[in-house]
């Protein structure tokens, strides 16, 4: 699939790297084979003439976001993975459309640098992303969030850019915003509104803190992980619980598969001590053997919230 690849995106305007080593240098856990071509368009344009050849020639794309909820297979992915890192794709304004309420963001900005824009701004509600690591995208795709609120919270309107290349406009009334997921139809974010509350900044700045406090003393932020490993189960009765407190009442923190490791510190967190030598077999293995144990041990089905990219399986691709 590499010389088609290439022909595809031979003349756009963009970064072109083949066999680009995303799993190792471009993912949170630091580990994984590459991709058949990272691009990095520099306009809407070239990233609609990209995704309407790869939806005409049947070749996957996926989106690499800030790679931290993702885990990419030793073997690498086939297709075009796409990153929103140029300028175009970062822009964050502040008070658009007449409105001081409103923040605009680009698909590919940093999601810590719009929150902590919109704090110095003195507007609430991006403050319970403090601590998440992605782009807006990302974020937005899997409606991440935590305890203290989800993004899908505050979302105005999404432009989301359709395999086809035609861009559209979705309020965030179309969009079915759900527990670490949406109904998003299939396609790359380009940009995001975000409506927040005018406030005093002081006391904003103070709940950024105590939330980032909160964080670090539960979290192994430092660690080469991908966040949470497996999303909170609901069980039948419709409670739904900690996927770490399973985990962590079944022993298996410290659990350890070649050079994967259940996180002493919290045990929905698996992480790669070593990423240079460290494989993504090894999280692969650690992943079923935490499954099969919480399921002996509590009778409960684990599943995982971080993405895996495999070559042959379309999963994560939006075409």
Not at 254 to 276: D, I, K, M, Q, W
Not at 295 to 316: F, P, S
């Amino acid at each position: 699939m590499r010389p088609e690849v290439e022909r595809l995106c031979a003349d756009l305007d963009a970064e072109l790297t083949l066999d680009a080593p995303i799993g190792r240098e471009h993912t949170w856990f630091g580990v994984g084979g590459p991709c058949d071509a990272l691009v990095r368009p520099r306009t809407e344009h070239a990233l609609s003439t990209l995704l309407r050849r790869c939806a005409d020639a049947d070749v996957p794309v996926r989106v690499l976001g800030d790679g931290a909820n993702l885990l990419v297979a030793d073997e690498g992915v086939d297709g075009v993975v796409v990153k929103l890192d140029q300028p175009v794709f970062e822009a964050c304004a502040i008070g658009v459309d007449g409105r001081a309420d409103l923040v605009r963001a680009g698909g590919g900005a940093d999601l810590a640098k719009v929150m902590h824009a919109s704090v110095r701004a003195a507007l609430d509600g991006l403050c319970p992303m403090a601590g998440i690591p992605a782009t807006v995208g990302g974020a937005l795709r899997m409606n991440a969030g935590g305890r203290f609120g989800a993004i899908g919270d505050v979302t105005s309107c999404v432009r989301l850019m359709r395999p086809n290349g035609v861009t559209e406009d979705l309020p965030a009334s179309a969009i079915r915003f759900d527990y670490r997921q949406t109904n998003m139809p299939r396609g790359v974010i380009v940009r995001a509104d975000f409506q927040l509350q005018p406030g005093d900044q002081e006391p904003i700045r103070a709940r950024l803190k105590e939330i980032m406090a909160y964080k670090s003393g539960s979290q192994p932020m430092a660690a080469h992980s991908a966040g949470c490993m497996f999303r909170n189960p609901t069980l039948p009765s419709g409670e739904r619980v900690s996927a770490g407190m399973l985990i962590d009442r079944s022993g298996l923190k410290g659990l350890t598969e070649g050079t994967a490791t259940v996180s002493p510190e919290h045990a929905n967190f698996l992480f790669v001590p070593e990423p240079r030598t460290g494989r993504a077999t090894d999280v692969l293995r650690l992943v079923e053997r935490v499954i099969d144990r919480v399921r002996e041990a509590q009778g409960v089905e684990l599943h995982t919230e971080v993405v895996i990219w495999r070559r042959g399986d379309r999963t994560g691709a939006i075409q």
